[in-house]
């Protein structure tokens, strides 16, 4: 199985300040189409995962535009641009490469 | 607007059985393949299976292969997961969430049901 590893675990941010979270995965996730198949997740407290970030840049749905998402064929990074008080919660980074899909084990974002 | 809503969670003793519903709508659930991911208390998320749109194709995590069976009835709009030899380490909440057909994600999840293994 490839391995999401995220850091850091948690991230103290304030407000109007940008974060950073990064993934590394243990095997390229680049397929032979060109395409990295990374994804980022934000869990906010007491709801469900949404879906922020698809194919390592790729704005989903609804998502403010201050996020984003880049990295190469084995690292990742979210970055989160004016952090707002709406933004806290836990990110997951996860591949859709192959089976079994798999997670990060999540990096926490609080407000200072 | 998409929603899922699943049902079925509760308490149940090591050994029996369970299955859980999840109700889809908003959009076409028969174009969509579908899956199961679930978060044990305090701990991330993780994959347990998946469903392809005709319901031809199922994938499962090693753990529950054997006792787990993912299944859909697409007249019905409704994703299922009967869950069979419960075992405590099965104890979570469980999602199912939307597969984008382009590998875009999971891309809608439901709000989750609650899955209790215990004497």
Known sequence: ?112 | EVQLVESGGGLVQPGRSLKLSCAASGFTFSNYGMAWVCQAPTKGLEWVASISTGGGNTYYRDSVKGRFTISRDNAKNTLYLQMDSLRSEDTATYYCARVDNNRRGFDYWGQGVMVTVSS
């Not at chain 1, 032979?32 to 906010?44: E, M, P």
């Not at chain 1, 469900?48 to 998502?63: C, D, E, F, K, T």
């Not at chain 1, 989160?80 to 899909?101: F, M, T, W």
Request: hydrophobic share 30%; glycine share 8%.
């Open chain 1, 1 to 112: 199985d490839i391995v999401m590893t995220q850091a850091p675990l948690s991230v103290s941010v304030t407000p109007g300040e940008s974060a950073s979270i990064s993934c590394r995965s243990s095997k390229s996730l680049l397929h032979s189409n060109g395409i990295t198949y990374v994804y980022w997740y934000l869990q906010k407290p007491g709801k469900s995962p949404q879906l922020l970030i698809y194919r390592m840049s790729n704005l989903a749905s609804g998502v403010p535009d201050r996020f984003s998402g880049s990295g190469s064929e084995t690292d990742f990074t979210l970055k989160i641009s004016r952090v707002e008080a709406e933004d806290v919660g836990i990110y997951y980074c996860g591949q859709l490469l192959e089976n079994p899909p798999t997670f990060g084990a999540g990096t926490k974002l609080e407000l200072k």
